[in-house]
T-cell receptor, first 113, second 110 residues
Framework: GAGVSQSPSNKVTEKGKDVELRCDPI?????LYWYRQSLGQGLEFLIY????????KSGLPSDRFSAERTGGSVSTLTIQRTQQEDSAVYLC???????????FGSGTRLTVV | GQNIDQPTEMTATEGAIVQINCTYQ??????LFWYQQHAGEAPTFLSY????GLEEKGRFSSFLSRSKGYSYLLLKELQMKDSASYLC???????????FGRGTSLIVHP
């Protein structure tokens, strides 16, 4: 597509439930990143996919967080047993190749109640 | 670890010039990005500096000094629509994962 698409744009969930967030990167972009942005905080790196290489999961805050990227395109970030501190905007970005400019999606605002 | 510092908030007058500074201490350096983020929206790319010096792009310019671990974003002829958060991000090492600062909230008033 023309830009990075994320869905849903807003998600309210009950504490303890699992959620799935979707990112559809720009066609042909091989690099895909997930970030988290809490109110008043900077962007916190979560996970990075580059082509068919093993993802860099060094930013995932706990084992409740996981992500996959199927066919080198769409990515899904899954948060299991959500906690209130998971409430944040989850941003996805893609780039044509490592080290190139990054285009962000509009994010998913997750609220855990 | 990586450390990136920016002022939390700045205010300026419409039509004026403002300089937003960013200092960094990182292990390795590939390049430095500036992004603009309006409230509730995605960050949008402004500039990318790899070499020392000033890069000008219309009303916006970005400067880099690698030896000093320092960059600034210069905004000229400020407009009300420039009110936004400005994010500095440093790309390091072989991972090419950019680390972001907390952002500088710029308020432009009439």
């Amino acid at each position: 597509g023309a830009g990075v698409s994320q869905s849903p744009s807003n998600k309210v969930t009950e504490k303890g439930k699992d959620v799935e967030l979707r990112c559809d990167p720009i066609s042909g972009h091989t690099a895909l990143y997930w970030y988290r942005q809490s109110l008043g905080q900077g962007l916190e790196f979560l996970i990075y996919f580059q082509g068919n290489s093993a993802p860099d999961k060094s930013g995932l805050p706990s084992d409740r967080f996981s992500a996959e990227r199927t066919g080198g395109s769409v990515s899904t970030l899954t948060i299991q047993r959500t906690q209130q501190e998971d409430s944040a905007v989850y941003l996805c970005a893609s780039s044509p190749k490592t080290g190139d400019g990054y285009t962000f999606g509009s994010g998913t605002r997750l609220t855990v109640v | 670890g990586q450390n990136i510092d920016q002022p939390t908030e700045m205010t300026a007058t419409e039509g004026a010039i403002v300089q937003i500074n960013c200092t960094y201490q990182t292990s390795g350096f590939n390049g430095l990005f500036w992004y603009q983020q309006h409230a509730g929206e995605a960050p949008t790319f402004l500039s990318y500096n790899v070499l020392d010096g000033l890069e000008e792009k219309g009303r916006f310019s970005s400067f880099l000094s690698r030896s000093k671990g320092y960059s600034y974003l210069l905004l000229k002829e400020l407009q009300m629509k420039d009110s936004a958060s400005y994010l500095c991000a440093v790309e390091t090492g072989g991972s090419y994962i950019p680390t972001f600062g907390r952002g500088t909230s710029l308020i432009v008033h009439p």
